[in-house]
């Protein structure tokens, strides 16, 4: 199984397509809570849980129907890239009854490898796993051990980013309190010390990079990304040039931007062209109409919304011009198919409540593009 992966964009050959199999909910706590408060201050309740006595975080079951209807349309999407002719591979099923995640001081339920976007970074031919940032997926990465062993004897790099402890003083609140001030919540109160406590640990996901040839954009927007851009530059010194934007978004910024061939991004809105290194700017913008509510399944209160309406942006391009969408998303694909690209839709009903879309249910492995200079 080789390795080569520099764009998101270029004819895509082979990818791993996530799993919902065994996802039963979420534990609320810290580390949840601050990954997905904009969210949640937004379209739900947040709160700044604090570890007490061991005792165990809030759990907030997902209806088993959403994940049978979950499971159906992520086979869907499999099967879809199957036909237009990418080879598929799958990670590894939560095992029934898996043992949770235990850390310095705290204990999560283990989650499936469904967003896999997130704990990986494919760059050129080396896979790099990326330190996650909430507790239950700190082992999420070992359901896609066997692929990467795949990769690695074929040929691949294989590095794993330093490990955070997730303990409560790991975490930079400085996004968080600017938020809750911003959103008009309650203040964020400083972290209970532990006996654990490094200080702020690197932490960062996959989805926060924007990969363009050699070039990688990055998305810092606290001590802790910041640690682990420094981590990428060191390592990636003389290979891939590392470019910080400030802020696009608490994290992920592949609801907010993506590529789509050279010279042309899908961005949420245009204001994002001033935060992007000087030769992107000069970049086409397409910028899809706002969302449509009645796009989305209506949900119960106690139904966390763990993404944006603006989640549909988070498309998968197969090649230079054919895009996977989302089939409700009419907006995306009307904008897309006027500027001349091939819309391939596909279902993901319940992307709101299990927090990615299209792209963040995929790792690409392999597409045709290299190492290309695209900012001059």
């Not at 009854?97 to 705290?106: D, I, L, N, S, Y």
């Not at 590392?242 to 789509?260: G, K, Y």
Request: charged share 20%.
């Amino acid at each position: 199984m080789r390795l080569n992966g520099y764009d998101g964009f270029t004819r895509l050959r082979e990818v791993i397509v996530g799993s919902g199999t065994g996802y039963t909910g979420h534990d609320r706590d810290l580390s949840f809570e601050l990954f997905h408060q904009e969210n949640l201050l937004r379209y739900g309740t947040w709160h700044y849980p604090r570890l007490v006595g061991g005792a165990a975080p809030e759990r907030r079951t997902v209806h088993p129907r959403y994940v049978e209807e979950l499971v159906e349309d992520v086979e869907g999407l499999a099967a879809t890239l199957a036909s237009l002719g990418v080879t598929v591979h799958r990670p590894l099923p939560l095992p029934p009854g898996a043992a949770p995640v235990t850390g310095p001081g705290w204990t999560a339920t283990a989650t499936p490898a469904l967003n896999i976007r997130d704990n990986t970074l494919i760059v050129g031919d080396e896979i790099i796993e990326t330190p996650p940032v909430i507790r239950s997926r700190l082992l999420e990465s070992r359901l896609l051990a066997p692929l990467f062993r795949r990769c690695f004897d074929a040929g691949a790099g294989w590095t794993v980013m330093p490990r955070p402890g997730l303990t409560d003083a790991s975490f930079d609140l400085s996004y968080a309190r600017h938020a809750a001030a911003a959103l008009g919540a309650n203040p964020v109160p400083d972290p209970r010390p532990g006996p654990y406590d490094a200080g702020h640990e690197m932490m960062l996901d996959g989805a926060q990079v924007l990969r363009l040839g050699r070039d990688l954009v990055v998305n810092t927007a606290q001590a802790n990304h910041h640690l682990a851009a420094d981590w990428l530059e060191r390592h990636l010194r003389g290979r891939f040039t590392v470019h910080r934007v400030d802020r696009m978004a608490d994290s992920h910024i592949d609801a907010t931007l993506l590529a789509l061939r050279p010279g042309v991004f899908l961005a949420r809105h245009d204001r994002v062209r001033d935060l992007l290194p000087r030769p992107l700017q000069g970049w086409k913008f397409i910028v899809p109409p706002e969302p449509d509510p009645a796009a989305f399944p209506a949900y119960g209160p106690r139904d966390l919304l763990l993404t944006s309406p603006y989640i549909d942006l988070n498309v998968l391009s197969v090649d230079e011009s054919t895009v996977l969408v989302n089939a409700a998303a009419t907006g995306v694909r009307t904008v897309l198919e006027a500027h001349g690209f091939t819309v391939v839709p596909v279902r993901h009903r319940h992307r709101r409540l299990f927090g990615g879309g299209l792209h963040c249910l995929t790792l690409d492995t392999v597409r045709d593009g290299g190492p290309e200079d695209y900012l001059t």
